[in-house]
């Protein structure tokens, strides 16, 4: 609704609604970028009525509470707030719930996301016919999954290391028709290059729980050296971890259970 989010004053107490549109910045760049020159972090300050400085504090202190950068001794700010701490519980694990309400915040004040965005322009306004809610609520959830993806991979692909951001894709591991509840999930995901993306949705490589690639025997047994030389020397090889959001095992084995062909 209109008017849900009012824009604070500079030194004002961060409002739960701000909470959630730093946290959606937060899984949008990687944390090493949360400075108050990226352009994204600017535009938010811009939207919140803060300076970037105090943008990055936020964003430091949803870094406190990360596991994933706990594991890599990476430490966020310390003195977080309670409502930042009720915030990431909220939205942690219930990835369609942060992206609906994020974007439910944003159009409120008559400002959205500008589609396919490297974080140069975070906010544009609305142009033409509203879409379809169904298209709207995928195109959405598409938009904050491959940005989650491909920051937490540094824009690289985690088996080949291609780093051409425009031939990435960020990759459902359990698909997207399978599983409404996992369609914005991080955890569900991996950067792959379009053709390994491929060969991962057809079922011709895996990737096992511990995170090392598997290519099918089909492709192994092949007389074809290009195949051999582009693909299965992948085989065995672990492929580079996410600087967050760890592919969840039990979704690597669904896809081992269900869709590669061993």
Same mark, same amino acid.
């Given at each position: 609704?209109?008017?849900?989010?009012? /824009?604070?004053?500079?030194?004002?107490?961060?409002?739960?609604?701000?909470?959630?549109?730093?946290?959606?910045?937060?899984?949008?760049?990687?944390?090493?970028?949360?400075?108050?020159?990226?352009?994204?972090?600017?535009?938010?300050?811009?939207?919140?009525?803060? #300076?970037?400085?105090?943008? @990055?504090?936020?964003?430091?202190?949803?870094? #406190?509470?990360?596991?994933?950068?706990?594991?890599?001794?990476?430490?966020?700010? @310390?003195?977080s707030s309670k409502l930042d701490r009720e915030v990431w519980d909220e939205f942690h694990d219930d990835?369609?719930?942060?992206?609906?309400?994020?974007?439910?915040?944003?159009?409120?004040?008559?400002?959205?996301?500008?589609?396919?965005?490297?974080? @140069?322009?975070?906010?544009?306004?609305?142009?033409?016919?509203?879409?379809? #809610?169904?298209?709207?609520?995928?195109?959405?959830?598409?938009?904050?999954?491959?940005?989650?993806?491909?920051?937490?991979?540094?824009?690289?692909?985690?088996?080949?290391?291609?780093?051409?951001?425009?031939?990435?894709?960020? =990759?459902?591991?359990? /698909?997207? #028709?399978? =599983?409404?509840?996992?369609?914005?999930?991080?955890?569900?995901?991996?950067?792959?290059?379009?053709?390994?993306?491929?060969?991962?949705?057809?079922?011709?490589?895996?990737?096992?729980?511990?995170?090392?690639? @598997?290519? =099918?025997?089909?492709?192994?047994?092949?007389?074809?050296?290009?195949?051999?030389?582009?693909?299965?020397?992948?085989?065995?090889?672990?492929?580079?971890?996410?600087?967050?959001?760890?592919?969840?095992?039990?979704?690597?084995?669904?896809?081992?259970?269900?869709?590669?062909?061993?």
């Open positions: 609704m209109p008017g849900t989010l009012k /824009p604070k004053k500079y030194g004002e107490l961060w409002s739960r609604e701000e909470l959630i549109l730093a946290f959606g910045l937060y899984c949008r760049i990687p944390f090493k970028n949360t400075k108050a020159n990226n352009p994204a972090v600017i535009e938010l300050a811009k939207l919140l009525h803060r #300076s970037p400085a105090s943008v @990055v504090r936020k964003l430091g202190n949803f870094g #406190s509470f990360d596991p994933a950068l706990q594991i890599r001794q990476v430490t966020g700010l @310390v003195h990835w369609n719930k942060l992206v609906l309400k994020e974007r439910e915040l944003r159009d409120a004040i008559g400002l959205q996301p500008k589609n396919g965005s490297d974080a @140069v322009e975070l906010f544009v306004r609305p142009q033409g016919p509203s879409e379809k #809610s169904v298209t709207r609520k995928a195109r959405i959830h598409q938009l904050f999954f491959r940005d989650a993806i491909l920051s937490s991979y540094e824009d690289t692909c985690c088996i080949t290391g291609l780093g051409i951001r425009e031939c990435l894709i960020a =990759s459902h591991i359990i /698909p997207w #028709s399978t =599983s409404e509840n996992l369609r914005a999930d991080p955890h569900n995901g991996l950067c792959l290059s379009a053709t390994f993306d491929r060969l991962f949705d057809s079922g011709l490589i895996t990737i096992t729980h511990d995170l090392f690639v @598997v290519v =099918s025997k089909r492709l192994r047994n092949s007389s074809d050296k290009r195949t051999m030389d582009l693909i299965c020397q992948y085989h065995g090889a672990p492929i580079t971890l996410p600087r967050r959001f760890l592919p969840m095992p039990e979704h690597l084995k669904w896809h081992q259970d269900n869709i590669f062909q061993g």
